[in-house]
């Protein structure tokens, strides 16, 4: 058996690779794929085989494929540029047809058919071709990350002004962390009856800025508030802590998206698959420790 992991020195990707490890998975039965070879000494250094791959690169994709029965694909990190994203994602899937893949794990984006987000397009579009190419699948519908939203930097600045700024008026949020996550990918790699399967992994509770802002005063000793804002406020102080327009366009637009109920949605399957889930206390103190 060969697993194959692309995006292996990526945050998710690097992650499901511990998992895999903590399930006593032997290394040598995993496969790195890197864009930089020399990103990747750590990884060689656990045991892994490392492939050099690039998404823009098919034909460097076959070759990095070869012999993969079980291939867990992160999608590509361009996310600014979502038409070189899905010709980057073809590049993935027709390789790993070509390469002969018993089964693709894909790592999406939860209830993207509703979503209103630029990048779900992109998520949905993909397992189509995913399905059109014929590899028995997985979708691992990812939520967004909680540490989007939980960054040392966002309590940070909570801490330091009492109060945690953002567009997002009352909306929920059923994020999980990308640990969380990367767990899911090592569970459907080392199960069985995961093919042809899709799953929504949101948490399946969800919670508000408001309850945020107590968790980090609750945690840190001091007090926050939640203050809402509206869309123009929230991307004038992006910009004008030097974040460029298209940067604070999209952050300012996920923010919006929570308000319109954009993160609303709960679901079961992450925790059927994992068990239970990393609580938003405990992320927010991994926050302020880093």
Known sequence: MSIVITGATGQLGGLAVRHLLAKKIPANQIVAVVRDLKKAAHLAELGLELRQGDYNDRASLEKAFAGASKILFVPSPDAHDETLRMAQHTNVIQAAKEAGAGHIIYYG????EQSKLPLAVTHVSTEEAIRGAGIPYTFLRNSLYTEVFVS?????????FGALVANAADGTVNTATRSDL???GAAVLTGNGHENKSYNLVSNETWTFGDLA???SKVAGKDVVYQPVSYEEQKGMLLQAGLPEPVADMIAGIYQGVSEGETSRTSDDLKNLIGTLTPLEETVRQALQG
Request: no cysteine.
């Open 109 to 112: 984006y939860a209830f993207g």
């Open 152 to 160: 040392p930097d966002a309590v940070g600045a909570a801490l330091q």
């Open 182 to 184: 990367a767990l899911a």
């Open 214 to 216: 107590q968790i980090i």
